[in-house]
């Protein structure tokens, strides 16, 4: 399993990943709504490859992708030192280690490129991803409060952060 930033290539493979993990239920889509093509995840990947202070990295072994972490980082002045996160790894290889090593190699890179604050929402019900979180170091600064609604009833969803 190799960590590396993603290409235009995977674009494909990509566009099924997210698909994948949207079906999971914790992410902010729901499953089929909003179903990424090869085209858009492109776009995105040409979007992350100009803003130095972002990145996206994608866990791959051969030609299968088993994860994915976006760090979208500001422009601004007063915003660039810090960073948004979005993961996501296919079902069947969660809990294998794949969200520590996507979470290292997105530090190194944070720490090279100036960024100092690493931000996140999760949803509170998601154990799995709180875990994981919690242990990388970050940290809860609050609660969105009912921000989702889906499977008949309100969610809310916790706002984390890690000073590097």
């Known amino acids: 399993m190799e960590i590396r930033s993603a290409s235009r290539q995977d674009s494909d493979k990509l566009a099924a990943l997210f698909n994948h993990v949207e079906d999971s239920g914790y992410m902010l889509f729901n499953p089929g709504e909003r179903n990424a093509t090869n085209i858009q995840m492109e776009r995105q990947i040409e979007q992350i490859e100009k803003n130095p202070h972002s990145a996206f990295l994608v866990a791959a072994s ?4 088993h994860g994915y972490l976006l760090l979208v980082g500001s422009r601004l002045e007063r915003t660039r030192h810090s960073a948004k996160i979005v993961i996501g ?5 969660r809990g294998k280690g794949i969200g520590t090593r996507l979470f290292e190699d997105m530090e190194k890179f944070a ?4 960024i100092r604050r690493l931000e996140l929402t999760v949803i509170a019900s998601n154990v799995r991803a709180l875990s994981l979180y919690e242990k ?3 940290e809860q600064e609050g ?10 009833k309100y969610h809310d969803e916790y706002f984390l952060s890690k000073l590097l």
Do not use: P, T, Y
């Open 62 to 65: 051969g030609n299968e992708l």
């Open 89 to 93: 790894i296919k079902e069947g290889d």
């Open 111 to 114: 720490r090279q490129n100036g």
């Open 136 to 138: 990388m170091g970050f």
């Open 143 to 152: 609660v969105k409060r009912e921000s989702l609604f889906f499977a008949g």
